[in-house]
């Protein structure tokens, strides 16, 4: 396994202690900022801590403190703290034609039987039409809640 030397300047280090100590940060923000401040080797630090007692003392696994420690020299201060975002892409399966299917179902009246149009029901009946191979009612709500529809009791009229 590779050794990393987290060495922080004065500056991170100052952040780092400001992040653990006070303010409304996530708490793998503070976690990620107290492994680094126990790990650092440069010249501020009074004692540098194992990475057992880290374990130990913070209750986390020995791996968690390698991959912090290997974030801050292979990717920089910033991402080691605050983590890195999502690299996954998700396909977008509601288009502007399929929304405008949707809402103009939705404004119609329900299948008999039913008093108004639920999420599932509208989900069912849009693969039912053909207008998209499948849909999870999910995705059903996600395009409506963009409309602004109501689709509680009206008054015709």
């Known amino acids: 396994m590779k050794k990393y030397k987290v060495t922080l300047t004065k500056d991170e280090r100052l952040e780092l202690?400001?992040?653990?100590?006070?303010?409304?940060?996530?708490?793998?923000?503070?976690?990620?900022?107290?492994?680094?401040l126990a790990c650092d080797e440069g010249d501020?630090?009074?004692n540098r801590s194992k990475n057992e007692e880290i374990s130990r003392v913070l209750n986390i696994?020995?791996?968690?403190?390698d991959r912090v420690k290997r974030r801050f020299i292979e990717d920089g201060f910033e991402i080691a703290v605050n983590g890195s975002k999502s690299k996954r892409v998700y396909a977008k399966k509601a288009d502007g034609d399929?929304?405008?299917h949707l809402v103009a179902l939705s404004c119609g009246k329900p299948p008999k039987g039913h008093c108004r149009?639920?999420?599932?029901l509208l989900a069912d009946q849009v693969v039912e039409l053909e207008y998209i191979d499948a849909v999870s009612h999910e995705t059903v709500r996600q395009a409506l809640k963009k409309t602004n529809l109501n689709l509680g009791k009206r008054k015709d009229g």
């Open 17 to 36: 202690e400001s992040i653990s100590a006070k303010g409304n940060h996530r708490s793998q923000k503070v976690l990620n900022a107290l492994i680094l």
């Open 117 to 120: 149009w639920s999420l599932r």
């Open 44 to 46: 501020f630090q009074n």
């Open 61 to 65: 696994s020995m791996k968690k403190i």
């Open 98 to 100: 399929f929304e405008a």
